[in-house]
Every structure is written in structure tokens, then in C-alpha cells.
């Protein structure tokens, strides 16, 4: 969650393979091209913030943010049905498919997490309320440092093992997520 404008570690840079707006890439020059920052300093999603309907009384911005929460909120209730889930599994196929849907339901409640934290990050930089920020960036720790075992135990889940692109192991990107976390928090306590 950088300042905007913040050059970025590469550690966040990826290779895309597959970039629309490119086409394949096959060549050198066009594998070059297809770096970019896996990051975003604010809102600019690609297919643009949602119009609000009539009446609506959040920004787009709002919706976004309350959209990952809702999101995260309902992984994190589905990741709990798993966890007790556990003493029914008969057998160790039963256990192991368990165990499979458990991490991938864990890391889209992480990600959704951390896209939620992003959002309220964005919201109180841009508003100019370092409350919001700190507890943005105080959880969005949290939810990184917790992935780690995530990543670890399942190495299927690693971003580096994708084949659309090249990518920085996840652990690397977490580590200097949580280096830029505490160097803020540390700066603005």
C-alpha cells in the first residue's frame, strides 16, 4: 500500500506472458514490455469504479471497499464451515480433498482481505485520515504475516509456480509488504 507515486521494490514487478494489449510474447522485446508493477498506488481499477445506482449514497470507491469486505467477510464464514468440517472426513482422500479447499478458500479470504484493506487505505490517504490508514495498515500486517504458513504448506498456491508470467515467490512480496507496513507505522505513530 505505497504513497502514490512510490517507486516500488522489482520484488513486486511481474513478467505477464499474456497481456491483451500486447498479444502473445514471444520475443525479447515483447517479453521486456510485458514488466510491470503488481502493485497499485490508487484507485484505477482497469474496467474503471462502479456507477453507483440511483439513490446510492457511497462513492464508487465506498463500493469497492465495501465489496472486498463483504467478500472477505464471507470467505472467512466459509473457511470456518471448512475448519469444522474436519472430524467428518472419513477417509484420507476425504481429509486431503479438505485440506485442499481449505487453503484455497483461505487464500481467496486473504486476498480479498487485503484487497479490502487496500481500498480503506486508499480512502483514508486520499481523505486525509491517518486513523483509517493506520487501522488499514495495521490489519493488512496481520492478514500478510498469517498468509505465510499458507504459502509455505501449500506451494501450489505460490505465485511464482503460475505460467502466465514470472513472478516473485510470495514470501519475498509479503516480506516487503510487511518492511513498507512497519517503516509507515513506525513514521506515523
Known amino acids: 500500500m505505497p504513497e502514490k507515486g512510490l517507486k516500488l521494490s522489482p520484488v513486486f ?17 515483447h517479453v521486456s514490455r510485458t514488466r510491470t508493477c503488481l502493485s497499485i498506488d490508487d484507485f484505477n481499477p482497469s474496467g474503471g469504479l462502479p456507477e453507483p445506482l440511483p439513490g446510492e449514497t457511497r462513492s464508487p470507491e465506498e463500493i469497492v471497499r465495501d465489496e472486498y469486505g463483504l ?6 464464514r466459509a473457511l470456518d464451515c471448512l475448519g469444522r468440517a474436519a472430524p467428518l472426513c472419513a477417509t484420507g482422500a476425504d481429509r486431503s480433498r479438505l485440506d485442499e479447499e481449505t487453503r484455497l478458500t483461505e487464500a481467496i479470504y486473504r486476498a480479498n482481505r487485503a484487497c ?7 480512502i483514508g490517504r486520499n481523505g486525509g485520515d491517518p486513523a483509517v490508514m493506520r487501522l488499514a495498515a495495521l490489519d493488512e500486517r496481520e492478514n500478510a504475516l498469517a498468509a505465510l504458513p499458507m504459502y509455505a504448506e501449500a506451494p501450489w498456491l505460490e505465485f511464482n509456480r503460475r505460467l502466465d508470467g514470472r513472478y516473485s515467490a510470495a514470501a519475498e512480496m509479503i516480506a516487503e509488504k510487511v518492511r513498507m507496513l512497519d517503516r509507515w507505522l513506525q513514521e506515523n505513530d
Not at 514487478?13 to 522485446?29: C, N, P, R, V
Not at 467478500?71 to 472467512?76: P, S, V
Request: proline fraction near 0%; aromatic fraction near 24%; hydrophobic fraction near 45%.
Open 13 to 29: 514487478d511481474g513478467y505477464l506472458f499474456y497481456l491483451q494489449e500486447h498479444g502473445e510474447t514471444f520475443g525479447a522485446q
Open 71 to 76: 467478500a472477505a467477510a464471507a470467505a472467512g
Open 116 to 122: 479490502w484493506n487496500t481500498a480503506r487505505w486508499f
